[in-house]
């Protein structure tokens, strides 16, 4: 969810179920992991540009291998995305 302060009111940014959303380092853009444990979802990287409102997948993780001792994370560098998760 983002809140529009000039508007006042909240708008939903992508699925309900998912975590860890990062602003891209420029403000325009919400990236966020839309990862579900079922044999069905494909883990996916999404962004959405703040101005439409319209999530756009920007990376497919299917047969990438996921890591993690401790849980799951997701975070932007300049250079990179960094996203583990506990397997």
Known sequence: MLFDIAGQKWAEQGPKDTGWQCWSKDSKYVYFPYFIRRPDVVPTIFRVAVHKNKPERILSLKDFR????????????????HWCCET
Not at 66 to 81: N, V
């Open 66 to 81: 996921l890591t993690g001792d401790f849980g799951a994370s997701f975070s932007l560098h300049p250079t990179m995305i």
